[in-house]
Structure formats: C-alpha cells, structure tokens
C-alpha cells in the first residue's frame, strides 16, 4: 500500500492548483508538446500537453477529475514508456516519497527528450518554518529523514533552480501554503492534505496545536509574527529543477 493510500483519501479538498504555482511550472516545461507526469496524483499541475500520468495509489488515480491525462498505476523507478518517447517529464512535490531517487531520476532523464522538471523543496529552508519551528517541531524529523538535498538533484540532473515563493492566499494547501492564515493548521482536514503533518499524526502534534491556538486566541502569534501580515508572498523553501537534457 502507498503512503496516499492512506493520507490521500480528501486529499482533493485542500489541494487544489495555485494558478501562480501552476504558470511557474508550465513556463519551466517551455515548449514541450508531450509531458509525462510521475507521481501525478490527483493531476495537479498538469498541462494540457500531458499524455500520461504515472501514479502508483488508486486511491488517487480516483480523484483524478474527467478528462484529465490517462493514468497508470505504476512507479518512477519504472516508468512504462520508451526511451525518449515525450518531451518532457514533470515530477511535483513527489520525489521524497520515492524508493529509490536515484533509479527515479534516471527513469525521468530516460523517457524524456528535452527536459525534465521537478518542484520540491529546500528542507535547510523549510525546516525553519515556523509552525515547525514554534509549533510542530515533532514533524521536522520527517522530512529530515526523507527531504532530498537541493545539490544532491542538482548534480544528478545538471539543473537550475528557481525558488516557487507562497503567495499569501495560495490554494494548493501543501505544509506552507497557510503561513499567513494560521487557523487553518487547527482544520485536520488541513493537515491531512499536508503529508508531513499526515505521516507524524496528530496524537503527536496535539500539544504543538494547542499551544498555536491558545497564541492565536491570546494575540500573541500576531504580535511574533506582525511581519508576515505584510508580506503577499513568502520563500518557504519551495524550488524548481529545470533540467535540459542533452
């Protein structure tokens, strides 16, 4: 059983695609007139030029809505196409949950023509967050364990990095997308969404959330964090690899 199997069952009500996020990952495809999405999901952020999705849970193969690119039920250790066989190949917010990164990377480098994109994050960044920080530190630890070095992809795919900054109001509830409306971390349904959050559980972060509402009711997150009510967009640590293949 996948991790989603489990964790992903609403995942469709708090992840929607940020149309901001989205024209940053459609502008790092470029021109590519065939894309293979690995660890597609529920079809996030997938263009129009998508010719399969790659996803190993049914779970979310379900909640992929009508007309979206066909799915299979397969794993970017051995996706099911031939060498070079589309232009691109886009992987968001998925590789840390791969068995093998590095046999991962080769199956994107190995279907792909042109380009391969991938949208993950900087956990030297993100780890000083603060609602991990302040708040829900027990969660750290897993994306510590599982978070993949920037450098680390950077090497294996000669790529460039972007930084993806949060806008204040983003839709697409991933762990960082409320860091300026709080009270949504108190939603389960929330932290449901957010596999980090999901995975430690929330017997594990009921202190941590009591001690965010009992701030939140007190005025006191506001107080430690009036800078943040002025920013519209925040670099929580979320990056692009764009990788151009020879």
Sequence with gaps: MTVYDTIGRTYTSTRRPDPRVAARITAALGDAATVV????????YEPPTTVLAVEPSPTMIA??????????????EAIPLPDKS????????????????????????????SRVV??????????????LREYLPEAIAIDDARAVPID???DALDARVEAVPVPHDCTDGFLAAY?????????????????????????RLRPGLARLEADLTSGTWTTNHA???????????????IADLP
């Design 86 to 113: 589309v232009d691109a190949a886009m992987a968001v917010l998925t590789i840390h949950h791969w068995t093998d990164l590095a046999a991962g990377l080769a199956e994107l480098r190995r279907v792909a023509r």
């Design 63 to 76: 909640q992929r809505p009508p007309g979206a690119a066909p799915a299979v039920r397969a794993v970017a």
């Design 37 to 44: 999405d690995v660890g597609a999901g529920a079809g996030s």
């Design 227 to 241: 800078d943040l009510l002025a920013l519209d967009e925040l670099d929580a640590g979320y990056r692009l690899l």
């Design 118 to 131: 991938i949208l993950t994050w900087d956990q030297t960044v993100a780890r000083e967050f603060w609602l």
């Design 179 to 203: 860091w300026r409306r709080p009270a949504a971390y108190l939603d389960p349904a929330v932290r449901a969404g957010a596999s980090g959050l999901a995975q430690t559980g929330d017997a």
């Design 152 to 154: 680390r992809l950077v």
